[in-house]
C-alpha cells in the first residue's frame, strides 16, 4: 500500500523486531483519538488485553477510507 505521508515517518529498518513497537495511522484514526493535538510520538493498546504492548504512533497517512466508512 503506497499511501502518502502526511506527518512523522515511514518505517524504518531500525523499527525491527525486538525493538519499541510503532505504527503509522491514517487521518481520521489521528483527529478520531487526537483531535486537535499532535498523533506523533502518542502510544496507544489495540484491544481490550491490557496485557498487550503499547505502540508509538511514528506517522500519519493519508486516509485510507473515506471519513464515513470508518
Do not use: C, S
Not at 23 to 31: F, I, K, Q, S, Y
Not at 39 to 55: A, E, K, N, S
Request: hydrophobic share 35%; net charge neutral.
Amino acid at each position: 500500500m503506497q499511501a502518502p505521508l502526511m506527518a512523522g515517518r515511514f518505517f524504518t529498518d531500525d523499527d525491527r523486531d525486538g525493538r519499541t513497537p510503532v505504527v503509522l495511522v491514517d487521518e481520521n484514526t489521528a483527529r478520531r483519538y487526537w483531535e486537535g493535538r499532535d498523533p506523533i510520538g502518542r502510544r496507544v493498546r489495540f484491544g481490550q488485553d491490557p496485557t498487550l504492548p503499547w505502540i508509538t504512533v511514528v506517522g500519519v497517512i493519508q486516509n485510507i477510507k473515506p471519513e464515513h466508512q470508518v
